[in-house]
């Protein structure tokens, strides 16, 4: 069983070694660091990017990732991404990354908690864990698998790829955006 610590490890220097493939000259950050786990610099447009990596070790058949309050804060700047690693337990299996804009995990933490903490077949009470809590599961951010590609762009020109459930239930009163989400007062067409 592979402890917190090194589960961090393994996915951030996964992530880097993934950024340097992709044409990114990628440098860790001190620990401590609230929203960057990685400072990249695009080797050839001098594109600058900050990433905040969570991992989550995975069996194969599921996935998902604690997203808590710092996760759901909006984006200062249009270059804020994440890279949510799974590592496979299996050591002879590849990682999967999936790559997303910091605004887009914010939206699908909140909504994930929210909607469960909220579903109307569950007896008010029942469920009562804090937003810091929040779990999302893998196939939330499986359009965003692999998307390597999308990081040359600003983040605010980025396709939406959450399931379309998720802007049905970011309309809804239960449920909404998380506080200072931009897309409370511009909410994107639907994706």
Do not use: C
């Amino acid at each position: 069983m592979v402890d917190t610590k090194q589960t961090k490890t393994i996915g951030e220097h996964w992530a880097a070694s993934e950024l340097a493939r992709h044409g990114w000259a990628p440098a860790m950050t001190r620990d401590g660091l609230a929203r960057t786990d990685i400072l990249a610099l695009h080797t050839q447009t001098g594109r600058m990017i900050q990433v905040q990596v969570k991992t989550s070790m995975s069996d194969g058949s599921r996935t998902s990732w604690v997203l808590g309050t710092n996760a759901q804060l909006p984006a200062i700047a249009d270059n804020e991404w994440f890279v949510l690693a799974a590592i496979p337990k299996d050591p002879t299996q590849p990682p999967r990354g999936f790559i997303a804009p910091r605004d887009h995990v914010a939206a699908a933490a909140w909504i994930s908690h929210m909607a469960w903490l909220t579903e109307p077949s569950v007896p008010p009470g029942q469920r009562n864990a804090g937003v810091e809590r929040s779990r999302v599961q893998g196939e939330v951010f499986a359009g965003y698998d692999g998307r390597w590609d999308q990081l040359t762009s600003p983040t605010t020109e980025t396709s939406i790829l959450l399931p379309p459930a998720y802007h049905r239930l970011a309309l809804e009163q239960r449920v909404g955006l998380p506080p200072n989400h931009p897309w409370r007062d511009d909410m994107p067409h639907p994706w």
